[in-house]
């Protein structure tokens, strides 16, 4: 069992940077691959960048590539995505998951999901 809690959403400006954490808990956590999601008004949710708690690369949507950054503190078994050069159109609800399964973009393969963090970008 995981448990995900989200948090360091809110208002930001167009060109500027937000960074949202994410803590898990649970005793298998380092099994499992993490990943950042969001989801917009009337969209579905998209993927936005994974990486496998164990090692290797991570890996970004195309629309966040050089501008977001995840990275985990094993430590604090915290989770977070640096977001710069932030656009209006990352607006959204940003959820933090977790999946057993090896590095996906599919929603439907992660099984433990976080409450969701609001993130708005203003012009």
């Known amino acids: 069992q995981v448990q995900l809690v989200e948090s360091g959403g809110g208002l930001g400006q167009a060109g500027g940077s937000l960074r949202l954490s994410c803590a898990a808990s649970?005793?298998?956590?380092?099994?499992?691959?993490v990943g950042w999601f969001r989801q917009a008004p009337g969209k579905e949710r998209e993927f936005v960048a994974a990486?496998?708690?164990?090692?290797?690369?991570?890996n970004y949507a195309d629309s966040v590539k050089g501008r977001f950054t995840i990275s985990k503190d094993n430590a604090k078994n915290t989770v977070r995505l640096q977001m710069n050069s932030l656009k209006p159109e990352d607006t959204a609800v940003y959820y933090c998951?977790?999946?057993?399964?090896?590095?996906?973009?599919?929603?439907?393969?992660?099984?433990?999901w976080g409450q969701g963090t609001q993130v708005t970008v203003s012009s």
């Open positions: 998951a977790a999946s057993v399964a090896t590095m996906t973009r599919e929603p439907d393969e992660y099984h433990y």
């Open positions: 649970g005793r298998t956590v380092w099994r499992y691959t």
């Open positions: 990486f496998s708690w164990s090692g290797g690369s991570p």
